[in-house]
């Protein structure tokens, strides 16, 4: 009877020590919610800035005729391009966007991400991709 008691611990013991060594994932749950605060025109990846517009430093720019959104270094050398497949429209609808950047560490460049819009207000509108944890904040012409 002890010996099969101690079997029993041993493998209670055993159990618990690999139980305890399974690495936790962290699970990234960022809503649009955190993004939609945000007041700065820029590429924003889980809620927080890869690069936000600076009025020292940078010019914001909007083509209305190939609906794209850049954010330009006064001297040109950087830049952040966010060209939308389409206009924007109402809030709730999807879009695809290319975002492409020069000379900006941290800000991913992607060919084809699916945006919704998160918001409008005047000249700026939040667009937020969940799959990517990613949002743009940009100034755009209708």
Known sequence: MKLKHIVWMALLGAAVLLAG???RQPKIN???KEFQ???TEGIY???KPQYAFNKTTDQLYFNKATNTFRIVSNDGSKWI?????????SVGETLK???????FDGVENHDAIEFE???????KCWL?????????????VQ
């Open 30 to 32: 960022v809503n649009s």
């Open 81 to 89: 391009e966010v060209k939308l497949q389409s206009p924007v429209g």
């Open 21 to 23: 060594c399974q690495p």
């Open 37 to 39: 605060k945000k007041v």
């Open 97 to 103: 966007a290319s975002l492409k950047s020069q000379g």
């Open 45 to 47: 990846k889980v809620a």
């Open 117 to 123: 819009i998160m918001k409008k207000e005047g000249e």
């Open 128 to 140: 937020w991709s969940q799959a990517h944890t990613l949002g743009v904040l940009a100034f755009y």
